[in-house]
C-alpha cells in the first residue's frame, strides 16, 4: 500500500509563538508548509520596526510570528490563522503579514477542499497521443495528486518541477480567461527525466467543464504557495 492516504501521525509542540500541530515526520509535512521564522533578537530590536516607536516598560515589544521582526502593540496586534506553519490557533502578526495569512485562508477554507474534492480531466501521459478521462484530486495529507481511471497514477507534490495552466478567452487585461487545462511535468522517483502529464477539461460535460475550470483555478494558487514553501 503506498503513503498517499495514510493518516500521517501527527505531534503537539510548543514553540515561544504557540502551539503547533506538527508531522510526527518532518517527510510527512505538508508541501505547502513554511518553517517558522528566527525571531529578531531582543537586543537588536530597541525600536518598533514598523512606526519607530521606543520600546521600553510601558510599550512592549511583540514579536510576529511570520517574519520575526519586532513591533509595539499597536502595530503587531492582529491575530490570524497560520496553517502554513502548522498553528493551531490565530497568531500575533503585523499588519502585512496579517493581510498574506488573510488571503491564504481562502486557499485553506475553500480551495483546498476543491483540491481534494477533485475534477475530471481528460489525461495525456509524456507523448502519447491517447487521453484517458480521469478524476484527478488531492489527497487529504496534501502530498499527493492522485488520478483514477481505468489506470491509477499518484504524483508526489515535492516532485513536481512545473505546472503551467492553460487558459482560454484570452483578453489583454485578463479579465475573462478561464482555465481548461494544465500541463504538469514532474519526476518519477528513480528516473533523472521529466516525465510531462497533460490535463484538458472535458468537452462534454458543460457542467463537469465548470468545476474542472474551479479546480484548475485552485491548483493555480497552489502552485504559488508551492513555489514560496520551496524559496524559503
Ligand atoms: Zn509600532
Ligand atoms: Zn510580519
Not at 511583540?62 to 520575526?68: A, F, I, K, L, V
Request: aromatic letters at 8%.
Amino acid at each position: 500500500m503506498s503513503g498517499c492516504e495514510a493518516r500521517d501521525a501527527k505531534k503537539l509542540v510548543r514553540s515561544p509563538s504557540g502551539l503547533r500541530m506538527v508531522p510526527e515526520h518532518r517527510s510527512a509535512r505538508s508541501p505547502f508548509g513554511l518553517d517558522e521564522p528566527p525571531w529578531v533578537p531582543d537586543k537588536e530590536c530597541p525600536r518598533c520596526m514598523q512606526c519607530d516607536t521606543k520600546f521600553d516598560f510601558i510599550t512592549r515589544k511583540h514579536h510576529c510570528r511570520r517574519c520575526g521582526k519586532c513591533f509595539c502593540d499597536k502595530c503587531c496586534s492582529k491575530k490570524v490563522p497560520l496553517p502554513r506553519m502548522c498553528f493551531v490557533d490565530p497568531v500575533r502578526q503585523c499588519a502585512e503579514c496579517a493581510l498574506i495569512s488573510q488571503k491564504e485562508t481562502e486557499f485553506y477554507d475553500k480551495q483546498l477542499k476543491v483540491l481534494m474534492n477533485g475534477a475530471t480531466f481528460f489525461v495525456t501521459l509524456g507523448t502519447s497521443d491517447k487521453s484517458e478521462l480521469m478524476v484527478c484530486r488531492l489527497s487529504n495529507n496534501q502530498r499527493y495528486l492522485v488520478l483514477d481511471g481505468d489506470s491509477h497514477y499518484e504524483i508526489e507534490i515535492v516532485q513536481i518541477s512545473t505546472v503551467q495552466i492553460l487558459t482560454e478567452g484570452f483578453t489583454p487585461g485578463g479579465g475573462n480567461t478561464r482555465a481548461i487545462g494544465m500541463i504538469l511535468q514532474y519526476k518519477v522517483p528513480g528516473s533523472e527525466e521529466l516525465t510531462q502529464m497533460k490535463f484538458t477539461a472535458s468537452e462534454d460535460f458543460s457542467c463537469n467543464k465548470k468545476l474542472s475550470a474551479t479546480w484548475l483555478a485552485a491548483m493555480h494558487k497552489a502552485t504559488k504557495l508551492l513555489y514560496e514553501s520551496r524559496d524559503q
